[in-house]
């Protein structure tokens, strides 16, 4: 991880020995393309977390937490290496896709949007993924019940 | 497959009219008439990867020169059909016999399992996991003990024979996902008999797993610390059995498919990929490596004891379906390597972490002593509380990498779980590889990717 | 069925004639319980142990029902293996609407009959809450002979014609439940703490 990739708006952390970037919104895009240059050729995977039950996470001095935190994996085969972005997201706001940089983000991000409700702009397609069509509300979201029907035991307390 | 007889027509939402089941549409998630959507997702569907302007230019030339829709159709194959693999709903746009757009969709065994992930203890997780990938429910069960350990702060000091038997227990299972894969393989082009040959050999590795866990299928047996119970009396014979029997019944496929001609005209040249594509879609496992780059965690990134077992990567050439079948037939052999290494290899030792935080007390103390009971209770029902952070680990899977992300906030149950499904990114390349295709080469396609749909949707 | 029951107990032996007599309603009920053709609504896990169930370990070639017909139009049972998801559903309803009469359906796993350990939002809690189930077929996965035992207990009413009969009645399905049959292998627990091989 060399100094060329990080810059306004990056902050890089290690925890339990794997590499951390915490990245603005605004230097997202910019930070992923010149990884990408720098060898973090595979996005292998993006998805979020609704920090909406836990706002008080760690994060580094000089980030910002908002309620959403977008997480996005990168290796580098040549080098070998990981690379952990996570970009705090507003509620309501987008996101610049990833789409034109890494292709295997058009499922992953309508993953998100599906289940989160954060929309990617610039995404060839965002639709709904795993839930029908119609279904009303994004699943994964703290405010989200987990939609448990009662059961009842017989001798059950409660 | 059923096929939509009336023209498709676009209404002002997007939607395709289907005379029967509207129930069952899915709107916008369908395959739309090329009118319908936009460039991008045009060039997504007929199977355009890269970005490179000129191969870009070139593409869209040749997306240009299609058909008109009023020449082409939509047909529907799934999600309920005997090849897709689970419930997989694809989506053809065809000009006679050739697949000019193909769209996956997915969803329809979406079970929620993120979710419920958040509501069950960090030893209870491991039930919900293991169905995911429920071909290879020990790789999930372990990716997930591995990222509760890295957070625990305890990855360091599992016990050796711990990581050597979840070492045999995942290679195991690698076989027998495999030996499925040979079997559903060979049964989607039309090698029935393989079918049976394929579940002949599976059930003694399932036996063997029944033996070591109690169940047959999602053994919830790798746990954080761990495993459950140690590996029976008489394990190593039944093993042994195992590797003894294999290599022949291995050798009859080699003859029933590998140098059969028939088999190779209709894998060899289907489903092409190439490297940079691959990479573009963050294919990873067989597709990866049948394209000729030498990519496996085990070796390149390795975890457990797999630094200290000697064996070969399975590289193919060509990127085609027949690289694929060819590259998990070798691997069935790496992995009987592996696993006589191991035999060899196993310590003796414990065989989870003796750490009072996250290990059970062994079940005969809970009669004699009160801590070991209350302890015992306070593991099983409130679980053990994991501090504060975030981590991904990612282990190689008989599909590709699975990774486990787990964001916690200090309490018993994770926070927030996700697992990096292999088959869910994988299934992406499907577009691509059937682009200029036959439909009737679809089904070898679909099953040289070896989707399973319990990781696909979650 | 008495005519072939005797001849079972005891053998040709004790037949007067050359003829057998017997009622035709016998003799399809006879044939329908030894050559129901399953439907393929394999979903999940429990898809593979239904595969299983059909390889040559467990053959359910034995009952007839190894041929598993992907079009519903030409199948009989259909045994709903996996967990059914809210996408899903309408699916599952419009392959049990295709299927023709008399059609059965076995409620294979926990996931099918009552959601399984997913209660939540995006598993149906039970299949019946969209097709009448006629066996629930507990287990998670059911081993092979589970799902044998809940075959063969469907086999066995359909040859006794009460579920024809019911369900001309009420429409619904007969609900019945079977125990799970656990797999044979039973290993040595061992308490100790430190392993010795």
């Given amino acids: 991880m060399n100094a060329e990739a990080l810059s306004a708006g990056v902050v890089a952390h290690e925890v339990n020995g794997q590499q951390l970037l915490f990245v603005e919104l605004s230097a997202y895009l910019d930070t992923v393309t010149r990884l990408h240059n720098d060898g973090f050729t595979m996005c292998i995977d993006l998805t979020a977390v609704d920090y909406l039950a836990y706002p008080s996470r760690k994060v580094p001095a000089g980030v910002h937490t908002e309620r959403f935190e977008l997480v996005v994996n990168l290796l580098s085969i040549a080098k070998r290496e990981r690379v952990r972005l996570r970009v705090q997201v507003a509620d309501g706001i987008p996101v610049p896709s990833l789409f034109d940089i890494h292709p295997s983000t058009e499922a992953m991000e309508r993953e998100v949007f599906d289940m989160f409700g954060i929309s990617f702009s610039g995404h060839p397609d965002l639709t709904r993924i795993l839930m029908p069509e119609d279904w009303d509300g994004h699943p994964l979201r703290k405010d989200y019940a987990p939609g448990r029907i009662p059961v009842q035991f017989k001798g059950a307390a409660s | 497959m059923t096929t939509l007889d009336e023209r498709p027509t676009a209404t002002p939402a997007g939607g395709v009219i289907s005379s029967a089941g509207a129930a069952t549409s899915e709107g916008a998630q369908e395959l739309q008439p090329r009118s319908a959507i936009s460039q991008q997702a045009l060039m997504r569907e007929a199977g355009s990867v890269l970005r490179l302007s000129e191969s870009a230019a070139a593409e869209l030339a040749s997306v240009a020169g299609d058909a008109d829709e009023d020449q082409t159709m939509i047909i529907n194959m799934g999600p309920q059909h005997p090849s897709t693999h689970g419930v997989l709903r694809l989506m053809l746009e065809l000009q006679g016999e050739t697949v000019l757009r193909c769209k996956p969709i997915i969803g329809y065994l979406h079970t929620g399992m993120e979710k419920t992930g958040e509501s069950l203890t960090f030893m209870q997780g491991g039930t919900n996991v293991t169905r995911m990938d429920y071909l290879s429910p020990l790789n999930n069960e372990l990716v997930f003990s591995m990222a509760t350990e890295k957070l625990l702060g305890i990855d360091g000091d599992i016990p050796e024979r711990a990581q050597w038997m979840r070492m045999l227990l995942s290679e195991l299972n690698r076989m027998s996902s495999h030996l499925l894969f040979m079997a559903t393989n060979g049964m989607d082009l039309g090698a029935v008999s393989m079918m049976l040959y394929g579940w002949r050999e599976r059930e003694e590795v399932l036996r063997f797993f029944q033996k070591v866990t109690g169940l047959r299928m999602n053994h919830n047996f790798i746990r954080p610390g761990g495993l459950a119970a140690d590996l029976p009396p008489g394990w190593r014979d039944d093993v042994l059995h195992i590797l003894d029997m294999l290599p022949d019944r291995l050798a009859e496929y080699e003859v029933l498919m590998t140098g059969q001609p028939i088999w190779r005209e209709r894998l060899q040249g289907v489903g092409v990929i190439t490297q940079s594509e691959a990479i573009a879609l963050a294919a990873t496992g067989p597709i990866l490596r049948s394209t000729g780059i030498t990519w496996d965690l085990r070796k390149d990134m390795p975890y457990l004891k797999y630094s200290e077992v000697d064996f070969d990567v399975v590289v193919g050439l060509h990127g085609d379906a027949y690289d694929r079948y060819a590259i998990r037939l070798q691997e069935i052999r790496e992995s009987m390597r592996i696993v006589r290494q191991i035999l060899d290899k196993m310590p003796t030792g414990n065989y989870r972490i003796q750490n009072k935080k996250v290990t059970p007390p062994p079940r005969g103390r809970i009669d004699e002593s009160m801590e070991a009971l209350i302890h015992h209770f306070k593991i099983f029902t409130e679980g053990f509380k994991v501090p504060e952070g975030e981590v991904y680990v990612a282990i190689e899977s008989p599909r590709g990498e699975v990774g486990c992300y787990i964001a916690s906030d200090g309490s018993a149950v994770p926070y927030r779980m996700h697992v990096r499904a292999p088959s869910f990114v994988n299934v992406q390349c499907l577009p691509h590889m059937m682009r200029g295709g036959l439909v009737a080469d679809a089904v070898a396609v679909i099953s040289s990717i070896d989707p399973v749909l319990g990781e696909v949707d979650r | ?197």
Avoid at chain 3, 127 to 136: L, R
Avoid at chain 3, 155 to 179: F, K, P, S, Y
């Fill in chain 3, 1 to 197: 069925m008495s005519a072939i029951r005797d001849i079972a107990d005891n053998g040709l032996g004790g037949v007067q004639h050359n003829f057998l007599t017997g009622r035709v309603e016998d003799l399809v009920r006879w044939s329908r319980s030894r050559s129901s053709w399953g439907a393929t609504f394999g979903l999940a896990c429990c898809a593979i142990e239904m595969m299983g169930t059909g390889a040559p370990h467990y053959d359910i070639a034995r009952f007839g029902m190894e041929v598993f017909r992907a079009s519903p139009r030409q199948a009989d049972i259909m045994i709903v293996a996996g967990r059914v998801s809210q996408k899903m559903a309408p699916v599952l309803r419009q392959v049990y609407d295709q299927m023709m009469e008399p059609k059965w359906v076995i409620s294979m796993g926990v996931c099918a009959s009552s959601g399984g350990m997913f209660n939540n939002y995006a598993i149906v809690q039970g299949v019946d809450q969209i097709v009448p189930v006629d066996v629930y077929a507990p287990g998670c996965p059911p081993t092979p002979e589970t799902l044998i035992h809940a075959i063969e207990t469907l086999h066995q009413l359909i040859e006794d014609g009460e579920i024809m009969r019911r369900r001309a009645v009420t429409g619904a399905g007969a609900n019945v439940h079977i125990q799970e049959i656990p797999a044979g292998i039973s290993t040595p627990v061992t308490l100790e703490r430190r392993a010795t091989v």
